[in-house]
């Protein structure tokens, strides 16, 4: 295992072991859940430096939440015993609680997570979590040790480092991890290329407007997916988009690190969108923008020469206000295909929230 991952595994592992513990109640159960999350994290090679510990928070999160919810589908066994913590008698209460009833409130009252943290742990959204942190918290509240002095520590927190004897099994764990993607991945891109070639042919053609450019359209949702600050998603062959509070980050082989301000292009409170159209890899043009809208798109468009594209949108946890949105086409006849290009956003009633010119 590299140095650099060593070094941060030890100052995770304290704050993970805590959380855990709290989860399960179990110590054995909590040290297991921490290295299978570790190693998930070391298994991907380009986890950013700085939310690190985000991800591998994220991945003990969910791994509690999978062993604890996969065996009661379709069946009536008891919840797995849970010990509360001697030393702070709140716990008591998270043994009642459902699996992300209880995740919810571990992490909100004990780490100290706001609900658009929680929520972006959870892949969830912020009101989810806070209907989920009420009823936990009704339940905190009606246990004396709530209002005789609050939350005690469950454990002395330990020193940084996480044990010798663990880094050989989370470095072999994550490395089976990686096998097991890149064999998986290989096998899903084959299927995928042999099922979907004449759908895509049909996309490149085009679906066509079909429509006199009215105000409305069918109902038909983009993809909508809630990304972290600085989480890299790649959107096009040789295109990456990341999303900061900023606005929106792209990168392109023949235009690294570019930024667009999330206000840029905005009129007072109105909607407004972006378009930036360039050449990515081989014959593939890259489109993507800033969308701004009171209400959350339900569909955005793009429409060229060759047809109508239905796009993708990523939006940061919290609903900010603003999102972006993305899509690739052919490049057919060069430059040619740069121009007459409109992208129009719609909500859930199918009415237009905003849209561009044509591009020149």
């Not at 009606?142 to 002095?149: E, I, L, W």
Request: proline share 7%; charged share 25%; with cysteine.
């Amino acid at each position: 295992m590299d140095d650099e991952f060593t070094a941060r595994a030890g100052e995770y592992w304290p704050r993970l072991t805590r959380t855990a513990r709290l989860l399960t109640g179990d110590s054995a159960d909590a040290e297991r859940l921490a290295r299978a999350a570790l190693a998930e994290v070391y298994a991907r090679r380009r986890t950013p430096r700085d939310d690190a510990e985000f991800y591998v928070r994220r991945a003990l999160v969910r791994g509690f939440l999978r062993s604890r919810t996969r065996p009661f589908i379709g069946s009536r066994r008891a919840p797995e015993p849970y010990a509360a913590g001697q030393l702070d008698q709140l716990t008591e209460v998270l043994a009642a609680l459902p699996p992300r009833r209880r995740a919810v409130a571990v992490l909100h009252h004990w780490d100290g997570l706001s609900h658009r943290e929680i929520a972006a742990l959870l892949n969830s959204s912020p009101g989810a979590v806070k209907a989920h942190g009420r009823r936990a918290l009704k339940a905190l509240r009606a246990h004396p040790a709530y209002g005789a002095g609050g939350r005690n520590e469950p454990s002395p927190v330990p020193p940084p480092g996480i044990p010798a004897a663990d880094l050989p099994a989370v470095e072999e764990a994550g490395r089976t991890r990686r096998r097991s993607r890149r064999r998986t991945t290989a096998v899903l891109t084959t299927v995928c290329a042999l099922l979907l070639t004449p759908l895509v042919v049909g996309a490149v053609r085009g679906t066509g407007s079909g429509g006199d450019g009215g105000d409305t359209t069918p109902v038909s949702r983009t993809a909508v997916r809630v990304v972290t600050a600085g989480e890299r998603v790649s959107a096009a062959p040789g295109a990456e988009v990341w999303l900061t509070k900023d606005g929106k980050h792209w990168s392109t082989p023949k235009g690294p690190n570019q930024f667009r301000p999330a206000g840029e292009g905005s009129k007072g409170s109105g909607a407004a969108i972006t378009l930036e159209s360039e050449p990515a890899s081989g014959t593939c043009l890259f489109h993507s923008g800033v969308l701004r809208s009171s209400r959350e798109a339900s569909r955005v468009e793009l429409t060229t020469p060759d047809g109508t594209f239905t796009a993708r949108v990523l939006t940061l946890a919290g609903n900010p206000g603003w999102s972006v949105w993305y899509t690739d086409t052919r490049l057919q006849d060069g430059k040619g295909q740069l121009r007459e290009i409109t992208v129009k956003a719609y909500d859930s009633a199918g009415k237009l929230l905003a849209q561009t010119g044509p591009s020149s």
